[in-house]
């Protein structure tokens, strides 16, 4: 079936199965960005924004994205450079397989919360898994960079 | 070097591939597929044992975009190791590629390769399996010379002799005493004795276990997987599949996360047949379900501690038993079991006698392998959680007990020369080892003079602290070999190829660190590849809390050999003795003139007496210096549901010189939460008919960023002389004392010890009705 939504601000018409998730179809689409963790929603790892929302993209069906606009970490390579910074500067980023989830909700985090409460973060984050890092330094990470943007928007 | 004139080493430095991972690039294995690759799927046994009576793969085989089926019937029958491990193998030689037994719910019956995913699993359906059904064997405390025999084939051995008694159901046995333990113990004023249990924890890691394939221009395999041992691997699979050894080549990408889980093998024989049958690329990814239901799991284990000791505190003799369960085939269960013994009972080592040894059984559960701790977190919580209750009879503090017997600098324990891993140990005497101040410090830092044994904080809210110590090693020591090459670049900058094998704890930026600091440079300056078996040098892989101190070693050594080669090379040019050469990382000094090395690679590399300058060198241990540390636990239970939470978890751990203080704090945090989650949350599950139930991320559940709020971590001032700049390893301690802690610290809240794990409200409210 044809399918036609934007992706990374770009329209495309894409020809899919009735059953194909988005995740698999991005891959196919060369947006490797996109990882398979777990395959039903509840891992994070996949995770892109729909319409500006971080979304599971293992569990949305391609079908579901006609018309919407579908953001992955490749358009927000800024964002994700930025926030890698203070991941980095924490030593919250280990093997990195998460990494590109924590990229979109921490930046879909810091645009709909202006000033999220630690319980905010917490609730904003807990879709998405780390084995890695015992998430206390990504938590230090993920503030550090909220109160950066913060600054910037008083600015 | 003192740690004051270090630049790079110690210093807070940020992970060469943090970025690269965040911003998207395809850098893990599955990005590195051909195109068109064959689409590899399993099918799996839906029983926990049977014979495969017949197996029809016509139909699928017919199907329509199916490129090959194997089966037992149609792939080598050669008995391996999967394990992952040196030679001669200490693990027992069990398994074959396909078998025409099945051994659990999610064993290996036939594979598929086709020209989808789709096609794929179709083809799976259409596979006709006819199987007789066996007696499976599902509890592991009566394995042990069960009627039903798990391995009842031939063609299986052991590589030396460890015990290994197939037909009893035995895959290992160790034992072994210094002194007499029975007398000791007998002349004792007091002894407790203490059993519990842990469970087959699950790796857990984001990546799922993947693989593919494809034929180079030279024709030769080419696997990209996701492995902590590359080059054990290469040596395995092409021993195996009887293929020359360099017609393979196995590049491991960026991992994603690995824990152990990922030093055996998974998918890389079946890409490897597929694509030498069919000539085409091929790849496969386990589903999160094959992660949790078809690789490998924690060790579960029942162990009993029998302590004695005098009144004065002075803990006289230590009898430690333990069963082990390694599942349906043998992957680590020597190894793993030993280390029970010797990376946790030298903690008191002042005993008179001590004693070890058990069996390592089969069963017909999902296979046990090599986890973060390998057998020290499962010895360190019933050898802990025991201390506090002798601490209870003596009326000692748990601290001062500890602080009285435990392991001192300078000091040595005769269990380091009996014991290795699946062979004789190496003797050693802790040139370094802060335990003491670790202890101190730890229980300044949680407030435990405040807050032990508990605090009422509400009508029924309690807050209570408990802790635990614990060590671990650094390699392998006389097994383990890592090897770097440095080579100069034309403009002055270096390129690092390391065999270790970077799998997300860092130790490319950790290798990268210690060449920069050697060669008095920027970490920008160093170009660091890791683990590729044709272009890297060999090294045995992420294994045993091994690449800071063997890996880094190494590295150390090929670093100083490159300077005494441009020294050498400077001298030449300034027409001056080696000796009169002053180099700081940027400009050759002689008496009269000085050059730059950018300017020195130029001229070797363009003109004159032309040539690259390239070094390798090799490392492996004499000794395991052990890391140490104190783990302390603030918990908060509600005394009405026993519902409780982690306040903060405070860890003080003496690994040498962190190189990378911000990644030491990583694994050290990453530990204590995955040692969390074993200990509270992480419940496994099997049916009656021995189907794993808890196999997806729903059904086990790991730590999120809701359970934990606070971790605090610090590093003892400590140096180990063996070490690269005095560093030990980080990445196995952190995991050790969590079960321990949070036992001992649900015990001072509420008084009941709960003995298997994981520790829900349910066994509390159990055991406190239990207890009236």
């Known amino acids: 079936m044809e399918v036609r939504f934007v992706l990374n601000r770009t329209e495309v018409v894409l020809n899919v199965r009735p059953d194909e998730y988005l995740a698999e179809t991005l891959r196919n689409q060369g947006v490797l960005s996109v990882h398979i963790g777990c395959n039903e929603s509840n891992c994070g790892t996949c995770t892109v924004l729909i319409n500006g929302k971080p979304s599971m993209s293992c569990s949305v069906l391609t079908a579901q994205v006609y018309g919407k606009t579908v953001t992955t970490v490749e358009d927000i390579q800024e964002e994700a450079n930025k926030i890698a910074d203070y991941f980095s500067d924490e030593g919250a980023d280990q093997c990195g397989f998460c990494l590109v989830g924590f990229a979109l909700v921490v930046h879909a985090l810091a645009l709909e919360y202006p000033n999220p409460t630690d319980e905010e973060i917490k609730n904003y984050l807990v879709g998405n898994l780390c084995r890695c890092s015992g998430y206390h330094a990504q938590m230090e990470a993920v503030k550090k960079y909220l109160a950066e943007v913060k600054k910037h928007a008083k600015k | 070097m003192p740690k004051s004139n270090l630049k790079v080493v110690n210093k807070k430095t940020r992970s060469v591939d943090g970025h690269a991972e965040m911003m998207g690039r395809p850098v893990y294995t599955d990005d590195y597929a051909a195109h068109g690759s064959l689409v590899c799927r399993m099918l799996r046994s839906p029983h926990a044992f049977a014979h495969i009576k017949n197996i029809d793969t016509s139909k699928a085989e017919a199907l329509n975009g199916v490129k090959c089926v194997l089966t037992y019937k149609n792939v080598p029958h050669v008995a391996m190791s999967r394990a992952g491990q040196g030679a001669p193998a200490p693990s027992p030689i069990d398994k074959f590629i396909l078998d025409e037994y099945v051994r659990y719910v999610g064993d290996e019956v036939a594979l598929v390769a086709a020209i989808d995913e789709q096609i794929a699993e179709d083809a799976l359906k259409l596979i ?31 590589a030396f002799e460890m015990g290994f008694r197939p037909k009893e159901n035995v895959a290992a046995t160790y034992e072994m005493e210094i002194g ?57 699979l ?30 890389e024989f079946f890409v490897a047949l597929v694509t030498l049958r069919t000539g085409l690329p091929s790849r496969m990814s386990y589903t999160r379900e094959e992660v949790f239901s078809s690789s490998y799991t924690r060790h579960p284990m029942m162990i009993s501690m029998k302590i004695g000791a005098n009144k004065d505190g002075v803990i006289k003799a230590i009898d ?168 100069l670049n034309d403009d002055g900058t270096y390129v690092v190829t390391s065999g270790a094998t970077d799998i997300g704890q860092g130790s490319d930026t950790v290798i990268t660190q210690i060449v920069a600091e050697e060669l008095m440079t ?251």
């Open chain 2, 180 to 236: 007499n333990v029975e007398k000791v113990l007998s002349e004792c004023d007091v002894v407790i004795e203490h059993t519990a249990e842990s469970q087959a924890q699950a790796h857990a890691m984001m990546e799922p276990h993947c693989s593919n394939a494809h034929l180079d221009d030279h024709d030769r395999l080419v696997i990209y997987t996701c492995t902590q041992t590359p080059f054990h691997m290469r040596r395995i």
């Open chain 2, 238 to 267: 092409t021993k195996t599949l009887n293929l020359p050894l360099n017609k393979v080549r196995i590049i491991k990408p960026r991992v994603g996360g690995g824990f152990g889980g990922k030093q055996a093998f998974h998918c």
């Open chain 2, 128 to 158: 006709e399996v006819e199987y007789e059904l066996l007696e499976p064997v599902l509890d592991y405390k009566t394995a042990y010379q069960n009627k039903n025999v798990i391995h009842p084939e031939d063609g299986i051995s052991q």
């Open chain 2, 522 to 772: 920027t970490v920008d300056k160093v170009t660091i590849y890791s683990s590729d078996t044709d272009l890297t040098p060999f090294d045995v892989g992420a294994y045993a809390s091994s690449t800071t101190y063997i890996s880094g070693n190494a590295a150390l050594k090929a670093a100083q050999k490159m300077k005494e080669r441009l020294i050498k090379e400077a001298a030449r040019v300034l027409d001056a003795a080696e000796e009169d050469i002053e180099f700081d990382g940027l400009t050759f000094k002689a008496k009269n003139n000085e050059i730059t090395l950018p300017d020195l690679a130029r001229q070797i590399t363009y003109s004159k007496e032309m040539k690259q300058i390239a070094v390798t060198e090799s490392y492996f241990g004499h000794v395991s210096p052990p890391p140490f540390m104190a783990g302390y636990a603030e918990i908060e239970i509600d005394t009405e549901t026993y519902e409780y939470k982690l306040i903060d978890y405070v860890s003080v751990v003496d690994c040498g010189t962190t190189i990378n203080p911000m990644l030491a704090k990583g694994q050290v945090e990453g530990g204590i939460v995955q040692g969390y989650g074993m200990a509270s949350t992480e419940a496994v599950l099997y049916n009656s008919h021995g189907k794993l139930l808890s196999n997806s991320f729903s059904s086990y559940h790991i730590p999120t960023h809701k359970e934990i709020t606070k971790l605090t971590t610090e590093f003892a001032d400590s140096y180990d002389p063996t070490g690269p700049f005095g560093a030990k390893s980080v990445g196995e301690i952190g995991i050790d004392t969590p079960p321990a802690v949070l036992c001992n610290a649900i015990y001072n809240a509420v008084g009941v010890r709960i003995n298997d794990l994981p520790i829900t409200p349910e066994k509390i409210m159990r055991a406190i009705k239990e207890q009236k």
């Open chain 2, 320 to 487: 430690c038993r333990a069963l082990s369960d390694t599942g349906a085939y043998g992957e680590h269960a020597l190894t793993v079991f030993m280390i029970v013994g010797s990376k946790v009972l030298p903690l008191y080592n002042k005993v008179e006698a001590v004693k070890f040894g058990g069996r390592v059984v089969y069963t017909n559960h999902v296979p046990a392998g090599a986890f973060r701790g390998y057998g020290a977190i499962q010895g360190n919580y019933v050898l802990e959680t025991a201390i506090d209750i002798l601490a209870e009879k003596l009326h000692i503090s748990p601290i001062e007990l500890r602080m009285k017997n435990s392991m001192k600098e300078g000091e040595t324990s005769p269990i380091f020369e009996i014991m290795g891993e699946g062979t004789k140990g190496t003797p050693m005497i802790m040139e370094s080892c802060k335990l003491p101040y670790c202890i101190e410090r730890g229980a300044e830092l949680i407030g435990w003079d405040k807050k032990y044994p508990r605090i009422q904080v509400g009508p029924h809210t309690i807050r209570s602290v408990g802790m635990a110590i614990a060590m671990q090693g650094s390699g392998i020591p006389l097994m383990d070999m890592g090897s770097s090459s440095i080579k």
